[in-house]
Each structure stands twice: as C-alpha cells, then as structure tokens.
C-alpha cells in the first residue's frame, strides 16, 4: 500500500474521532445531542472526506490547522458540559472531568506547538490516554451500579417468592374459616411428632375429640 494511503487513512481516522468522541461523551452522561451538535459532528466528517477523497499530500497539511481550530470550541463546550453535569451529580460526569481537561490542554499544546509558539514535546497521545482511562472508569462504575441495582431487585424478588411461598404452605395446612390445622396440617405435624418421639424416645398423646355444629 502506497505511503501516500496510509497518511491519508491516518489522517481521516483523526478528523473523524472528535464525533464519535462526542456521540460517546453524550451516551455517557445520558443527554440528548441537540440538532446544532450533530451539525458540529458532521463537520469532522466533511474534513476526514476532504483528507481522504482530495488527492495530493498537501491536502493533508492544508485541512491539519483548520480542523485544530474547528476542534477547540466543541473541546471547551464539551468540558462545560462535563462539569455541570458532575456538579448537578452525574457520577459519570465526575470520573470524565479530569480526563477531558487533561485532553483539552494536551490538544492546545499541540496546536500551540505546530504552529511554532512553543517547543513543548506533542502531549495528544496522552490526553487521548487519558481521556480513554476516564471513559474506561465511567463504564466500570456504571456496570457496577447497574449490577448492584440489579442484584437488588433479585434479592427483593427472591423475598418476595419466599414469602409467597410460605403463605401457600400456611394456606395448604390450615383451615381458612377456622384458622386451624386442616387434615394436611394434622398430618404433618403428627409425622414430625413421630419423628421427634423416634429420635427422644419419649411418647405423646393424641386427642380426638367430635364437635356437633362446629362450623
């Protein structure tokens, strides 16, 4: 495959990702992408076609600045985004804050580089490692809530079946209008009676008795 091939898929896959980042960011904190943001991610994909459909290398180096410059607001709106969503509480939000502050800075570093106004060393590739290890956490603690909460219910449910269980045990041996041992109940309790004589050693006494009009 040709250099020439290779730089522009690189470079295509780099326009692209700041939208798939966004879809990712958005599905994270649980909020709905308004109409003006998608119009934004498009954007990269228009720059990432451009990279890759123009011919020529010097597309490559013409398309690098502006899209740098059209990354920086959707980087500052998106830490706006994650930090007012951590102070109204979203967990997710919390865990992303450092993360996407360390990729907005590691960016701005970069382009302040390529463009000659600092000799700092390019720092992109730590913020995207950053910004990974964040979403990385924000997933494991959702899973982990999501087990948690679902290991609730189990456990609420696996309740709920033993009580309903005993109450159809208790319904099977005791009679409803009497509220005393039907011939089930009677049965059961002498077959234990008999058990425990067995193992004791000990007798017991069993007392019949006939009532005219009991019910």
Not at 64 to 93: D, H, K, M, T
Not at 107 to 116: E, F, H, K, T
Not at 138 to 150: P, V
Not at 166 to 175: N, W
Request: charged residues 20%; hydrophobic residues 50%; positive net charge.
């Amino acid at each position: 495959v040709p250099y020439i091939v290779h730089r522009k898929v690189e470079y295509g896959v780099v326009f692209i990702l700041p939208a798939m980042g966004l879809q990712l960011l958005s599905c994270l904190l649980r909020v709905r992408v308004p109409a003006w943001a998608r119009t934004y991610q498009a954007g990269f994909g228009i720059f990432a076609l451009v990279a890759v459909l123009v011919p020529g290398y010097d597309i490559l180096t013409l398309t690098l600045f502006p899209w740098q410059a059209y990354l920086i607001p959707g980087l500052f709106a998106s830490l706006v985004l994650v930090v007012w969503c951590a102070a109204r509480g979203n967990e997710e939000a919390r865990t992303l804050t450092v993360g996407w502050a360390i990729l907005l800075f590691t960016v701005l570093n970069d382009i302040m580089v390529a463009q000659g106004a600092v000799q700092n060393p390019r720092l992109v590739p730590v913020g995207f490692a950053a910004i990974m290890l964040s979403m990385a956490a924000s997933l494991a603690n959702r899973f982990s809530r999501m087990y948690n909460h679902l290991d609730g219910e189990v456990r609420q449910r696996t309740r709920e079946l033993e009580r309903s269980n005993e109450k159809l045990i208790e319904a099977a041996r005791v009679d409803s209008l009497t509220g005393l041992l039907n011939r089930r109940g009677f049965t059961d309790t002498v077959d234990a009676e008999i058990a425990r004589a067995g193992r004791s050693g000990r007798g017991f006494v069993v007392m019949l008795g006939d009532i005219d009009r009991f019910k």
